[in-house]
Every structure is written in C-alpha cells, then in structure tokens.
C-alpha cells in the first residue's frame, strides 16, 4: 500500500525522463537517485569515480537511497547498478513497486549520445561498452517481475503503460484528486491504507448480503488491528436495492452509529453498493468522506471510477444522485478469483466497451480469447480501468468528452429497466451496444461492419445481442425519454466511428429510435 515506486534498468532506458511525468500524474515527489548523489558530494558521478572508485560510489548510492527510502511516498529513478546488491534490492521490495525499464541496444546507444551525459562505466566505445553492461546485467534485470520495453514509446506513452503494469493510477480534476488502486491483496492491508488517512469518527462498512459474508470479518479483523473500530450495514443483493428506501435505511444506521463528518463510509461490492455507499456519504451531514472498495468485475473498471453516486427511481437508471469523489478506489484484483463466471461476463461487457471507445489493444485482447481469466484477466482490468480514469479526468463533471461512455447505455438502460433488472447491467449493455452500432452503421457513421464485429466478439463470450420480444418497444422508447441524456425531448446517443473512436452528442428523434427498436 505505500506510495514508492522504483524505476530501474540500464542508461538510456528513460528512468528521468519517465519518472518525472509518472511522479506529475500520480501526483507524487520525484527523486533522481544520481541528481541528488552529485547534490549532496558537491561533484559529478565521474569526478566520485576518480576519487572514490565504483566501490565509494556505491557507498554514496545505499547512503542516499536509505535516506529517500524515509519520505515514504515518491517515485525515484534509480542508477542503473543500484539494485545489485542484495540489501538495496530488499529495501526497495519492502518500501514500493519496482519498474524495470529496457530497450533496445541501438535505442540505448542513440539515446546516449543526445544526452551528452559522462557515464563512468561507460567510457571508451560506448556501442561495446553499452552491449557488455547489459549482457553482464541481464539476468539481474530480468529479475524483476515488472517489466516495461520503452523502444516504440513517447515518455507520456511510457507512463500510461506504466501505470497498467502497476495498477497505479491518480484521477484528477474532481476535487484534491484520489487515489486508484488495481492490485492483488489490497484488503489485507486496507487498515494500513486507512490509517494514512484522516478518519476522527466511527468507520461504518456499506455492502450487500453476499459480499458481506464473503469478505467483511476479514476487513474488520484487519481494522481491528490498527485500533479502529467498524460498524457494518448489509442489505440484500440486486439492482432493485438501489432505491431512496435502502438509502433511507443507511441514513438511520448512520445516525445510530453516531457517524460525524471526519468518520469514514467503506462501499464493499459491486456497482449497486458503491453507487448507495457513495450516495449516502454524499447526502449524509451535506458530505462524509468514503472509501469505494470494488468487488466486481463490473465496478472495478466502470462505476467505481469517477465519483458519481445515485439510486434508481420507478421512471429511470440513476435519475437521483451527486457527483462525491472517494478518497480512494481499492481494486483487490484477488476478489475476481471466486466471482461466479455469469459474473464476469456482465463485467466483460463494459471492458469491450472501453476498448471500443478508446483502446483498440483492449479490444483485441477480448475479440483474440474465450472469456478472460488469469494473468491476462488484470492486464484488462488496469486497461479498461484505465480508459474511463483518461476520459473523467478530460471532463469529470460529464460536460463533454466524458458521453463517450455513455455507447450502448441508451438503449441498454431502457433494456435494464424494462425487464425489471430480471437483463443484468452488462447484458443490456451488450444489447445496446449492437443496437446502437446498428444505428451508427445505418446512419453512415462507420464503414460498415461495427455491428457484426460487435456481436461476434459478445456472442463468443456468451453474452445477449438481441433485444427480447418480449420486451414492449413502447415501453423501452418511454423509459428512454428519461434517459439523463436527452435535450429538448432529443435523445442523444455516443456512437462508434470505429475502434478506438466514438463520436458522442449525436440527436435522434424518438420516432428514428422507433423505427430501429421495430
């Protein structure tokens, strides 16, 4: 859970370069290991090898990585031999991540010779100096379990893989920021991660019957160990939950548990809990901090992210609710694990979607496999993830920009609600986004072909494309009249130009969507 992470890797590999946009868009100090040995020593890297030699050097390197070590938040770009020694290797594995970074020889070399550094180690012919550094290094480079190749990518390209790999992510732009986290065994140490944190009154636990028994004694055990104190509100599972009843029901357990603007509201499970938890720390006391913990495919990469909260009425999806940033997003990835596969499904509609509007890498990894699990399954978690924290961050109070995650909601809202939930959120996303491809291959927006591809890719994983017959055309049109989206009784609707691209605030009138629906 600390904030320190480590780049690492030969000269030329982008360790500065990169570190210091990684540390702006995670909003974290930078430290350059080297810049601040020649800081404190008064000389140059090359001038300390003279008189030191590579051993004084090294003396130097441990001194000022301990002492770096003590801020305990940060990225810092390490020399490139920092980490062979067996002590300093520990230090950094204990304090944070390690991202070792690596490239091509030629693209070292190249590199190189721009930045006109003196490299102690690499004096003489720097094209047989460079090779011999990373033969020798080899091993120990690819020791680490993450690795980035930097050859084909920009400095800013390089920090957005960056953050994937390392499920670590800041979203900006909606008051001081949070913090998002994508990662295994982040609910064994949530209480060390709360503790960091400013939390002056009783901490109350929102989640639903099933996640509840599955998870909530673990998470209390781990807060008991750091001296706090949890309360835990538990209702039943399902869409039909997300309503001013239960929201009413929390309120009254918050007055009873005596909850005061420095407590802390912790949102334990899917998309309907975060969506209540959050809503109810919005309204309660006009504004109590929360802590959304998601555990779902589902939530991970769609409604924990971006700070909106709301509850259901009878006439439409989310019609009453606040725009509440958490203080912080936990994706425990080990949580997907025991999700029922029916599950993953209805979470895997919202990964294609993402990959539709702004990742066509994402979409390929799901259009190239069955339904994905395993090591695979957290790349696509941090890649869908990572698309909708890109675009909230571009327009988080949903002015703009932030519609294009609307493709495949018109239509899929107005399916969820006209079957009475009995269609899960990622099946009727997953109808609406063939029907709304449809429209956007029928109106010209595409070159033909979106629709199909779509419906391969959800059919193979198993999931719905049609809408039912038995669901009232009039009925989905009426619903879709309240849809949040609308303007001047226009429904509007964010459609795929291609993979990668969708066009949002595109209007059509009821009676076009009627014919479509028919």
């Not at 490139?80 to 070792?100: I, M």
């Not at 700070?307 to 958490?326: E, Q, R």
């Not at 509007?357 to 993830?385: H, K, T």
Request: aromatic residues 6%.
């Amino acid at each position: 859970m600390g904030k320190m992470i480590f780049l690492y890797g030969p000269p030329g590999s982008g360790k500065s370069s990169v570190g210091r946009r990684l540390a702006e868009s995670l909003s974290l100090n930078f430290y350059d290991l080297d810049e601040e040995i020649t800081r404190q020593a008064g000389a140059e890297i090359s001038a300390i090898f003279a008189t030191d030699g590579e051993q004084g050097f090294r003396k130097r390197e441990t001194q000022v990585l301990q002492e770096t070590l003590v801020n305990g938040s940060g990225v810092v770009a390490l020399g490139g031999g920092a980490l062979l020694t067996r002590a300093n290797r520990s230090r950094v594995d204990d304090a944070g991540l390690v991202l070792c970074l690596g490239a091509s020889v030629a693209t070292l070399i190249e590199r190189l010779r721009l930045d006109g550094v003196d490299r102690p180690l690499l004096s003489g012919d720097l094209e047989s100096e460079i090779q011999r550094l990373c033969e020798d290094r080899k091993g120990h480079y690819k020791s680490f379990q993450h690795q980035l190749d930097t050859d084909d990518l920009s400095p800013s390209d390089a920090v957005q893989e960056a953050e994937i790999l390392l499920g670590f992510f800041r979203v900006r732009g909606m008051g001081s920021g949070y913090d998002v986290r994508a990662r295994s065994g982040l609910l064994n140490a949530i209480g060390k991660r709360i503790q960091s944190m400013d939390v002056r009154g009783p901490i109350v636990l929102v989640t639903d019957e099933i996640v509840g028994k599955t998870y909530a004694a673990g998470i209390t055990a781990n807060l008991q160990e750091y001296g706090f104190k949890l309360g835990e509100f538990r209702f039943p599972p399902g869409e039909k939950q997300k309503s001013l009843e239960t929201a009413s029901k929390i309120w009254e357990y918050f007055t009873e548990s005596r909850v005061e603007r420095k407590s802390l509201i912790i949102g334990l499970g899917g998309g309907v809990v975060g969506d209540l938890a959050g809503f109810a720390a919005a309204t309660y006391l006009r504004g109590i901090p929360w802590l959304n913990v998601p555990t779902s495919l589902l939530a991970m990469v769609d409604s924990s992210l971006g700070g909106k909260t709301g509850i259901n009425l009878a006439a439409g999806k989310n019609l009453v609710g606040s725009f509440h940033a958490p203080e912080a997003v936990l994706a425990d990835l080990d949580t997907l694990r025991t999700l029922p596969e029916i599950e993953m499904r209805n979470g895997l509609a919202e990964v294609i979607k993402h990959g539709v509007i702004a990742d066509p890498i994402l979409f390929e990894i799901c259009e190239a496999g069955e339904l994905i699990s395993g090591q695979s399954l957290d790349e696509v978690v941090r890649r869908a993830m990572a698309v909708k924290i890109r675009i909230i961050q571009l327009d988080p109070y949903e002015a703009g920009i932030r519609e294009s995650l609307n493709f495949g909601h018109t239509i899929g809202h107005a399916v969820e609600m006209a079957s009475d939930f009995a269609i899960r959120h990622g099946e009727a996303i997953a109808i609406g986004m063939v029907a709304e491809s449809r429209i956007s291959d029928e109106l010209g927006h595409t070159n033909g072909g979106m629709e199909e591809r779509l419906r391969k890719i959800l059919v193979r994983i198993g999931l719905p494309v049609e809408i039912p017959p038995s669901l009232d055309r009039t009925r989905l049109l009426k619903t879709m009249q309240f849809d949040k989206k609308r303007q001047s009784g226009v429904l509007r609707f964010s459609l795929p130009i291609s993979i990668g691209e969708v066009k949002s605030g595109i209007e059509i009138s009821p009676e076009d969507v009627q014919k479509i629906l028919e």
